[in-house]
């Protein structure tokens, strides 16, 4: 397993509930990623945060809603989802959201299911 | 538009030959290019990266990876494959342009099995 952890590792839903996916990194980054990963897709980038301090938002609907409390913790807090919102969601971190050379360590992913 | 295709969905290869998983990009400034591998039910997991300096980048598990800036290229290969190399791989690549360094964007995966 990587320094990177992520809770719960699956979760399922009604359309009408409200709940939050946790990740927590131990490797002393500076930049967290929430990434979804849908099946024939490719990897989207959802919110990036860098000093607790988000950089990013890459057209995601409001449902979703993301939280960084400090470096080392980043939330996705979810309620009214959609069936088509079932995905498996990454979280990532880096040294630094600029690096370009600085390679990504995931967590796990929790398997989301909307029902 | 930016972008990186991986052309095959699914290779196949025999335990103990050659494998190659094949990646293009298309950016504009220089690129940043990477290769992870994903386990069943589990995150990505960093390979090798190519920045500049050495074509040939050598990674994790014996992998290694050449860049081919005329072919805009960076294929994944190993020398024997074991069956324990079966798994999703993606491709991924960053640029800089203008003095700017943009996300991070991934292939849509390549289904690695190697068959005993």
Known sequence: ETGVTQ???????????????????????????????????PL?????????????????????????PNS?????????????????YLCASSPRASGGGDE?????????TVL | AQSVAQPEDQVN????????VKCTYSVSGNPYLFWYVQYP????????KYITGDNLVKGSYGFEAEFNKSQTSFHLKKPSALVSDSALYFCAVR?????????????????????P
């Not at chain 1, 967290?32 to 849908?38: E, F, G, R, V």
């Not at chain 1, 080392?72 to 498996?88: C, I, N, V």
């Not at chain 1, 990504?104 to 989301?112: A, C, I, S, V």
């Open chain 1, 7 to 41: 809770t719960p590792r699956h979760l399922v839903m009604g359309m009408t509930n409200k709940k939050s996916l946790k990740c927590e990194q131990h490797l002393g980054h500076n930049a967290m990623y929430w990434y979804k990963q849908s099946a024939k897709k």
């Open chain 1, 44 to 68: 989207e980038l959802m919110f990036v945060y860098n000093f607790k301090e988000q950089t990013e938002n890459n057209s995601v609907p409001s449902r979703f809603s993301p939280e960084c």
């Open chain 1, 72 to 88: 080392s913790h980043l939330f996705l807090h979810l309620h009214t989802l959609q069936p088509e919102d079932s995905a498996l």
């Open chain 1, 104 to 112: 990504q360590f995931f967590g796990p992913g929790t398997r989301l």
């Open chain 2, 13 to 20: 290869v025999a335990e103990g030959n050659p494998l190659t």
């Open chain 2, 41 to 48: 039910n589990r995150g990505l997991q960093f390979l090798l």
């Open chain 2, 95 to 115: 640029w800089v342009y203008g003095g700017a360094t943009n996300k991070l964007i991934f292939g849509t995966g390549t289904l690695l099995a190697v068959q």
